[in-house]
Each structure stands twice: as structure tokens, then as C-alpha cells.
């Protein structure tokens, strides 16, 4: 059974930075891409970030780009999301998640919050 | 970015009822994922490159549409289908989410 575990959530300031990490199992971790997608409160869904089997590409929209790095750790099945200089904006829920064809999520972990407040 | 629109936003439906849900893209994409979330869990694949019915989705369910234009219908609406609906278009980056639709139960 596919498994994704997030931790590492919570409340920071504004310009702080939080680390997250998503325990993986249940498939070969190495053989996906793998990628972060949050949601606001209230919100519908917005993708952050996506990482290659390998490391070797990532991929992120305009909104993080520079301030967020996912980043992977195939030995321990282990994916990260590293987010600098946190704004008001970013507070939502986190999800890992890994990609199947076309760029489509098949599997989705339960989700960790972030919230950014002073 | 490819921007899409989701319509409607909210909708109540009957049992047994046959119900429409519409996904419009800013420009033409190769194919559209589909994402049931229902109230306080994670969403899930439903349906991927337009009409693929991921596993464990009924048959009730299909997807159509080409272009800009898609589609998500239920052949007969029942008590478990009572989620939020999100389109996904995986053609190019940044990957984009539509708003998403609310189907409520009548």
C-alpha cells in the first residue's frame, strides 16, 4: 500500500523558514517523480514544486520560485520541501504527493499545516 | 500559465440525477486530470488524461473534452459523490489547478 507521511508543520513568523519531509513506502521511491502541492484555507489546490527521480531537475512556479527548494532522498525514501523568507500567503495545507502520466498526482499524503503569522 | 475555469462553482443534485461538471482552459491543452476531494481529507486522482477512470472510481463516472473545453459527468448521481471537483491540466508548466466545483447532495 502506497503511503505518504508529512511532518514538520506549524506556525512560523513571517521571513522565518520551515522544513518539511514526507516519509514514502509501499512503492519504489526512486522510480517517481515525486511533488509538493499546498491549499489555502478554504482554498482550492495550487502546485509548488516537482522533483525529478533523481534530484537532478526541479520544477516550481513563479510564486516560490527562489524562496522554496524541494529536494530528495532516494536512500531513505524521504522527500523535503526547504521554504525561505515565509509570507502570509504561503499558510496552507501541504500535501506530498507523486506523480503518475501526463502530470497527474496519484497518490496523496495526508497533509501538514503551515501557518505564517506574527 | 494556463488559467482554468471551473463551472459551476457550487451545485446541489438529486439522487439518480445526471450532473455536468465543466472545466475551461485559457488556452488549448493536450488532456485534463480530475481530483475528488471530499470535506477535511486529501484529494484523490479520478480521472486522468480526460476519460481514464483512475482505480476504484465507478463506472458512473467519465470524462470528455479536447482542447479547451472539458467535461466531468456522473450517469446517476448518488450520496457518496458529494465532494469538490478539481480539473488539472499537466500540459505545460506551471502545472495548474481549476477553482474547483462543490456538488452537494440534494
Known amino acids: 500500500e502506497v503511503q505518504l507521511v508529512e511532518s514538520g508543520g506549524g506556525l512560523v513568523q513571517p521571513g522565518r523558514s520551515l522544513k518539511l519531509s514526507c516519509a514514502a513506502s509501499?512503492?519504489?521511491?526512486?522510480?517517481?517523480?515525486m511533488a509538493w502541492v499546498r491549499q489555502a484555507p478554504k482554498k482550492g489546490l495550487e502546485w509548488v514544486a516537482t522533483?525529478?527521480?533523481?534530484?537532478?531537475?526541479?520544477y516550481y512556479p513563479d510564486s516560490v520560485k527562489g524562496r522554496f527548494t524541494i529536494s530528495r532522498d532516494n536512500a531513505k525514501s524521504s522527500l523535503y520541501l526547504q521554504m525561505n523568507s515565509l509570507k502570509s500567503e504561503d499558510t496552507a495545507t501541504y500535501y506530498c504527493?507523486?506523480?503518475?502520466?501526463?502530470?497527474?498526482?496519484?497518490?496523496w499524503g495526508q497533509g501538514v499545516m503551515v501557518t505564517v503569522s506574527s | 500559465e494556463i488559467v482554468l475555469t471551473q463551472s459551476p462553482t457550487t451545485m446541489a443534485a438529486s439522487p439518480g440525477e445526471k450532473v455536468t461538471l465543466t472545466c475551461r482552459a485559457s488556452?488549448?491543452?493536450?488532456?485534463m486530470h480530475w481530483y475528488q476531494q471530499r470535506s477535511g481529507t486529501s484529494p484523490k486522482l479520478w480521472i486522468y488524461?480526460?476519460?481514464k477512470l483512475a482505480s476504484g472510481v465507478p463506472n458512473r463516472f467519465s470524462g470528455s473534452g479536447s482542447g479547451t473545453s472539458y467535461s466531468l459527468t456522473i450517469n446517476s448521481m448518488e450520496t457518496e459523490d458529494a465532494a469538490t471537483y478539481y480539473c488539472?491540466?499537466?500540459?505545460?508548466?506551471?502545472?495548474?489547478f481549476g477553482g474547483g466545483t462543490k456538488l452537494e447532495l440534494k
Open positions: 522533483i525529478s527521480t533523481s534530484g537532478s531537475r526541479t
Open positions: 509501499g512503492f519504489t521511491f526512486s522510480n517517481y517523480y
Open positions: 504527493a507523486r506523480h503518475a502520466i501526463r502530470g497527474s498526482f496519484d497518490y
Open positions: 488539472q491540466q499537466g500540459s505545460s508548466y506551471p502545472w495548474t
Open positions: 488524461e480526460t476519460s
Open positions: 488556452s488549448s491543452v493536450s488532456y
